[in-house]
């Protein structure tokens, strides 16, 4: 069939879709040929019997490689629009140009058949619903999925090639450069590599990647980058650390001088994965110049892996971290041989550590095989490491002196040549504003806000160089070093100093200890297994438990059994409070306290030793010997009788004597007077 016969009166009722594609930007910038082949094709439409403006033209793909069609929204497009029947006829110049995978092609002829649309190129016109033209597509599609697989197989074995000889140029990062014969060798700016050791030197003080984050950023020390697009391409610019640029820093292997090639592996449609050091497809030691050495980048990718989670869910000990515990990461479950966690329990501020044995717990849902406080614990353990430590005191105290020297200097000379750098560039910045012609001001004004930005940038560099200087410590003169000579006498007071960290403590005990196993019984059992396989074993008394550290001392309890006898219950805590005694929770005594302890122990109050020397309150008093309250409280307050005031508001009275009960009588028969002191007769009436 001819292919004016091929198209019919349906297939011109609906547009042509002409799809114009190059595969790269370099393609669509450079070859103006092929696109400009590509576009006249529309005169192929034109002539089938499409007008012009029924013929509609896709090139939003352009720069886009035709392997897969998830980034090409033309081609998506074009899918859609075929399917719903709005597409009469396909064309392209090469079917490559549609697509370069077998699973977007057949799709787009499944489609094609389904609507009845036509597909056209340089070589001809075919109907997918005829079997030779759809055997010929199929074909066509094969070829040219076959032929990207040889031009990337050409491509990468090339690249492979030169990369096994160390000579393929790669990304570099920062630090290194290319020299005009195009070997690798360290940047020639010496801010750049201060920058870089300094950041080497951080992680292997502080031991962990955000460590070195924090450091940097507390310290104000910035890190180089290289620009890779824009107008600044090829330039350093300086930012501040983040976590994720840390840890690219510190797994990139050219910083140890080794040339790698092919680390990671990218499937088509899958994320890219990255592969063990034995799997890469080019590895050359000490290929070039580095920062560090092997062996210490090796050091650096081990102390990575053991901060990760999973070396910590599977028992490794864990890095010195922040937190009072010094024992954290150390210590093993004297019973089932699990590594044992931390937990913190705050009360007024203060934090105490515990050791938990919680691997049944969390595996099986059982109990907690061991719950130990760590106070006791870690001073027991401190006292071992000081006396340990003692004999070679003086020479660990020199190093560390020598080190924060050293740091020190590192810093401030990276500041320098911060502020060295940006004031260079304001002197630039200015003699091309001096330079400048005047009259024109766009040009001028351009200058003089470049002038005045690196004018800025100088100003912020002095000013983070001199907040840095207030902040860190600046005592490293002839004085200080003194100073810490004095210290190292005494290792104990260096190990005991306030500014001395938990952190600093836990990294020093981590030299001299691999571990420290406890078992807790009537006491606690504590061994020791020292770096080199020493052992030292340990048993100390059980803390007490929380209601036993605020129990009364056993010495105020005597003194309250003995002052109660005396005295009522507010005198008994005034006496105390003089005598500086306290509560089991630390605070002064008052009547309501010491009646709570009183109870709490069955210690007899005042009132009870009265009672027991034969005393009786009122209420005895009148039904005994037949008293009226008027009476009792004459004798009272006359000191006939002698009464005592209790715990409470009422008295404790003596029994009256015989005398006073012959007098009782008569008291009774006494009249009772008035509030004017005349009598009334018994039986009067009448108004007064």
């Not at 595969?23 to 576009?39: D, I, L």
């Not at 044992?340 to 717990?361: E, S």
């Not at 260079?424 to 400048?436: G, N, P, Y």
Request: positive net charge.
């Amino acid at each position: 069939m001819s292919e004016t016969g091929k198209v019919t009166r349906s297939h011109l009722q609906r547009a042509a879709y002409l799809y114009i594609r190059q595969s790269s930007v370099y393609q669509a910038t450079y070859n103006q040929e092929s696109t400009a082949r590509q576009y006249r094709f529309r005169e192929r439409a034109a002539a089938l019997g499409w007008p012009s403006d029924r013929i509609l033209v896709i090139d939003e793909d352009q720069g886009q490689s035709g392997g897969s069609a998830a980034d090409r929204t033309g081609f998506q497009r074009l899918t859609a629009d075929v399917g719903l029947g709005k597409v009469g006829i396909v064309l392209s110049l090469e079917v490559s140009r549609l697509a370069r995978n077998c699973a977007d092609w057949h799709r787009l002829l499944e489609i094609c058949a389904l609507t009845d649309t036509l597909i056209a190129d340089e070589d001809g016109l075919y109907d997918p619903n005829q079997f030779n033209d759809r055997l010929i597509l199929g074909l066509r599609g094969t070829m040219s999925e076959a032929e990207l697989h040889l031009l990337r197989a050409r491509l990468q074995g090339g690249k492979l090639n030169k990369a096994r000889r160390g000579e393929l140029k790669l990304m570099l990062p920062p630090g290194f450069v290319y020299d005009p014969a195009g070997r690798v060798v360290l940047d020639p700016d010496r801010q750049v590599q201060q920058a870089v050791r300094l950041f080497f030197d951080t992680f292997e003080r502080t031991g962990s990647a955000w460590g070195t984050v924090r450091t940097l950023v507390q310290q104000r020390v910035k890190l180089p980058i290289t620009v890779r697009t824009g107008p600044a391409a090829g330039e350093t610019a300086w930012v501040t650390p983040t976590l994720s640029r840390v840890l690219r820093m510190l797994r990139n292997p050219r910083y140890a001088g080794t040339y790698f090639y092919g680390r990671t592996r990218q499937r088509q449609g899958l994320l890219t994965r990255w592969l063990p050091q034995e799997e890469w497809k080019v590895l050359i030691p000490s290929a070039h110049a580095g920062y560090i050495t092997p062996e210490r980048y090796q050091a650096n990718l081990g102390l990575l892996e053991a901060n990760s989670l999973r070396l910590r869910k599977n028992g490794h000990p864990t890095p010195a971290r922040e937190g009072v515990a010094l024992l954290q990461g150390l210590v093993i479950c004297g019973r089932c041989g699990q590594r044992m966690t931390i937990r913190y329990r705050h009360a007024r501020g203060l934090a105490t550590p515990v050791y938990v044995c919680q691997a049944a717990n969390q595996e099986r849902g059982g109990h907690f095989c061991q719950m130990i406080a760590g106070r006791i614990i870690d001073e027991g353990v401190g006292r071992q490491v000081m006396d340990a430590m003692t004999p070679a005191a003086l020479q660990v105290a020199l190093e560390v002196f020598e080190e924060l020297r050293r740091r020190h200097e590192e810093v401030d000379a990276l500041h320098r040549a911060e502020i060295e750098r940006a004031r260079h560039e304001a002197d630039l910045a200015q003699r091309q504003f001096l330079r400048a012609n005047p009259e024109n001001r766009l040009v001028a004004d351009a200058l003089e806000q470049r002038w005045n930005e690196r004018l800025r940038e100088l100003q912020a560099a002095e000013e983070a160089h001199t907040q840095w200087k207030q902040e860190a410590v600046t005592a490293l003169d002839q004085a200080t070093r003194e100073q810490v000579l004095r210290l190292t006498q005494d290792f104990p007071t260096v190990w005991n100093h306030p500014q001395t960290s938990p952190r600093d403590r836990k990294r020093m005990l981590r030299l001299l200890i691999e571990d420290v196993t406890l078992t807790r019984g009537e006491n606690i059992h504590v061994g020791i297994r020292w770096k080199g396989g020493a052992l030292t074993q340990m048993t100390l008394p059980r803390p007490k438990a929380a209601f036993e550290l605020r129990r009364t001392p056993p010495e105020v309890l005597e003194a309250i059994r003995a002052l109660t006898k005396h005295h009522a219950d507010r005198a008994v805590a005034r006496i105390l409070n003089g005598q500086g005694h306290r509560s089991g929770v630390g605070l002064s005594f008052n009547s309501e306290s010491i009646r709570r302890i009183r109870a709490a122990y069955a210690i007899p109050a005042y009132a009870d030793h009265l009672r027991q020397a034969g005393l009786l309150d009122s209420d005895e008093m009148i039904a005994r010997f037949g008293l009226t309250e008027a009476i009792l409280i004459k004798w009272r307050r006359s000191g006939q009788i002698r009464a005592v005031r209790g715990n409470g508001k009422d008295y404790l009275h003596e029994p009256p004597d015989a005398k006073s009960l012959e007098l009782l009588p008569k008291l009774r028969r006494r009249p009772r007077s008035t509030r004017t002191g005349c009598q009334t007769p018994s039986g009067a009436g009448g108004v007064v």
